[in-house]
């Protein structure tokens, strides 16, 4: 092999390394995928080594077209998982099978999936129905999010109904989870609603 | 050189001024859904001549918001079916705001928050002090109004007889068909300025919060953009306390001007 190949050979190899820098190498598939691409890499050098001895068996076309298999089957791995590692990812709360009319300060605890959550921000809306056929309950209230991190609550964002929120869980090492309180003025507190959770996307 | 300039510049400025002019979103002249008779809200004396609250704040909303204002007499129970149709541009008639009626029109506000209260002939006042004494009794309330709901929600057993117009259920509590009325506390009030021998109970307040907003047709958000900005102004400049003490003397305005800041968004 000459030096220039040799050169060329070298920062292919480096080049495809790469991924194992920003891939999650505790999943096995990913592991395999980013290990793949090096792999590649050398089935394509292998035939510039001198064969020891003559052989009928064609080794660089076979090393090629099993190199580009090779190649193309890691390579999907690593942007699929690249792709599965940045996604924003729905979120589905349990519902706790309890009361499901709410009243001014009633509040709950959301348990966010992941310990700790796959990403490091959600973003949050939620919405009230009226369970009355009085008042003006839907949009006069304000919903308190609170996050808690490790069991420990964080700055809350108070917004209307309707409005989304994000809110960070960066640092949660065991478990995070969002708090969402139930306000309404003073002289509305008789109102009576339905909350539900319109959007929760963890994101990056 | 420098007279060229100066006409450039102003024509520039006029031009500016001329932009800068809010359009107008309402009508020269808008058909206002007023009640039959509320007295201290909206009600016409013998000669036709109008007053109350209602009625002053339509008109000011006309002047500020450059229409005509045309009073055009609604039953609660229509306000809705009238402004869908477009026989009426606004509702101006102590008409609360609800996330049922949502559904079916616009609102801007609140320009006044009341609750429910209750209306019994002055000579029987002594028999009602809380809401468990109306248990079992008569109580007269309008067609459409939130009163019904609210006296079926209370979760005790009342009789509920139904009428057009409030007048007819202060005849029908004087007569002594009914053994007492209600609605809003603060139309009881108005109720109560024409009709001495009625007394609303102070103590007797209950249900959902009334905030009487401005009916306008569903999903225009301009018109109620409009109305938005100036029930803030009428809020903060003093008009809401001039035209309350004019029109409801004696009752206190604690609890029933909303916060400026707070009103629905539309």
Redesign the interface.
Known sequence: MSHGRLLIFLLLLIASLSPLLFLNLDKAGQLASALALPLAVILVALPSIPPLRRSSVPWRKVSIIAAVIVAVVGGSGVVYAIWQGNRDIDVTFPTDGGDPTWKDGYYTVLPVPGAPPERERITVAASL??T?????????ATLEYTPLIDGRPQTSTSV?PGQSVELSLAGTTRKAEVKITLHY?S??A??AVDLFIDKAVLHG | MAKRLLLALLLVVAGCGADAQEPAVFGKTVNIGVSPSSPGWGTADAAGVRSGFDYDFSNWLGQHLAFTPVPVTVLARDREIELQRGTIGMVVATY?????R?EQVGFAG?YM?S?QGVMVRAAEKEKYRTLADLTGKTICVTSGS?SA??LR?LGFPVSVTEKDVYEQCRLALRDGQVDALSTDQLILYGLQKVDKETYVVPEIAF???E?Y?IGLPKGDKAKCEAVTTQIRTFLIDGYWDRFFAANLPGVPTE?HKP?PN?L??C
């Open positions: 129905k009226n009355n056929k009085t008042g003006d309950c839907e949009q006069t209307p003025e002289g509305n008789n109102c | 609360s705001i609800t996330d049922a949502r609140p928050l609750q939130t709901k609210q929600e249900g959902q919060q905030r907003g609890g916060n707070r629905n968004p």
